[in-house]
């Protein structure tokens, strides 16, 4: 899927201008659940799905190394490991082009 950075810039700011400095847990969406970064990420999913139906995954970091993301169920993964070649590139293309998502 590609889009335009702007046209995703956009549609993700008006998904957060609801969290932005706002107690979380008055959203409907957290007052059953802790507004962890897990559930932030499925937040953000659930209401960006709503936007671009083909999304994917949102990822949410909380640090370098904590990284929760949310992902549709329905999505085959493929881990390509791309040395540089033209080998792992055509790999890569043949993956994303049999619909998985690519972990490179």
Do not use: C
Request: proline share 3%.
């Amino acid at each position: 899927m590609l889009l335009d950075f702007k046209y995703l810039k956009n549609k993700l700011n008006a998904v957060l201008e609801k969290m932005d400095h706002a107690y979380l847990n008055k959203l409907s969406f957290f007052k059953k659940i802790n507004p962890t970064s897990e559930n932030i990420a499925k937040y953000i999913y659930n209401e960006l799905k709503t936007r671009i139906p083909l999304l994917k995954s949102v990822t949410v970091w909380e640090t370098a190394r904590a990284v929760p993301y949310m992902k549709n169920k329905r999505v085959k993964q493929a881990v390509v490991l791309l040395s540089g070649g033209l080998d792992s590139a055509t790999v890569l293309y043949l993956a994303k082009a049999k619909g998985y998502l690519a972990v490179a």
